[in-house]
């Protein structure tokens, strides 16, 4: 079952515009949600992530929106460079009975930037 | 400070093997876990080290098995390879286990024939 929905799955940005990617949730034990990229051949890098007790983050050029009543959460990527272009996988963390976490993940955006 | 390091790069079974893959920790952090992605998906947990026990399971099989070690790293373990266990499997490190930044390595690329 899957509990943390991305969209959308593949994106193309003009260089200097804003992508956008979106995620959804059901699990309201989720009480971490962090955003990772993924360059080819690569493991996800951690980007951003944000607590559900605050409903933005800046970091840069990147900007974490969160809506904890709809359960959504989205990335913003300002001024997309083709730099940028990777594959993002929103996360969301939930404690394990046995004392530590887990991250599930969504199925991930590629995104692309051109020139 | 050290990152998550990963070996082998690449490891190429045959259906039925054994296969042991390592992980060393980021320096300082005692939590590591263990995840599987498939080509085109999110990773998906398959379980949490920490001090050298096993605190959590994700919807793997038995034959999935792990091992962390005095200093922190790790090993991941499979029995009887099947085809669908074609993947890239990834270590992540944390501070301790109520951390939950995670730090990803590079992964090891599985293939089985």
């Known amino acids: 079952q899957q509990q943390v929905k991305q969209s959308p799955q593949s994106l193309i940005v003009q260089k200097g515009g804003i992508s956008i990617i979106n995620c959804a949730y059901e699990n309201t034990a989720f009480d971490y949600f962090p955003w990772y990229q993924q360059f080819p051949g690569k493991g996800p890098a951690l980007l951003i992530a ?39 996988f929103c996360a969301a963390s939930n404690y394990l009975t046995g004392g530590g976490n887990k991250l599930t993940f969504g199925t991930g955006t590629q995104l692309k930037v051109e020139l | 400070e050290t990152g998550v390091t990963q070996s082998p790069t690449h490891l190429i079974k045959t259906r039925g093997q054994q296969v042991t893959l390592r992980c060393s920790s980021q320096s300082g952090h005692n939590t590591v876990s263990w995840y599987q992605q498939a080509l085109g998906q999110g990773p998906q947990f398959i379980f ?26 790790s090993e991941l373990n499979v029995n009887a390879l099947e085809l669908d266990d074609s993947a890239l499997y990834l270590c992540a490190s944390s501070f301790d286990s109520t951390t939950d930044t995670q730090y990803f390595g590079p992964g090891t690329r599985l293939t089985v024939l």
Request: glycine share 8%.
């Open chain 1, 50 to 88: 944000i607590r559900p007790d605050v409903s933005e983050k800046k970091e840069g050029r990147f900007t974490i929106s969160f809506n904890k009543s709809a359960k959504q959460f989205s990335l913003h990527i300002m001024d997309s460079q083709p730099g940028d272009s990777a594959t993002y």
């Open chain 2, 48 to 73: 949490q080290y920490y001090r050298e026990e096993e605190n959590g399971r994700g919807n793997f099989p038995p034959r999935f098995s792990g091992l962390q070690f005095p200093n922190y790293s």
